[in-house]
């Protein structure tokens, strides 16, 4: 089983989040929605797979590179 990190781009709040653990998803699919500088940027899924973690929640400032979620597939 593949364990993928899914990190931010950016830094900013996370303004929501889109998944729940446990959720099927496939590559592309937004995960958790970041806002910076008043603008909304998507993270997404790199690989298709199970969301494992989610490591942060609404409202929640995230640093860029920073891992917000694991999915596994």
Known sequence: MARHDVESEVTGN???????VGQ??????????LESM??????????AG???ELLVSP???????QVVAV???
Do not use: H
């Not at 409202?59 to 590179?65: I, K, L, P, Q, Y």
């Open 14 to 20: 996370v303004w929501k989040v889109e998944v729940e």
């Open 24 to 33: 099927q998803v496939n590559e592309g699919d937004t995960l958790i929605i």
């Open 38 to 47: 008043k603008m909304e940027i998507p993270v997404e899924a790199p690989a």
């Open 50 to 52: 199970k969301v494992a």
């Open 59 to 65: 409202e929640e400032a995230v640093e860029e590179d």
């Open 71 to 73: 999915i596994e597939d």
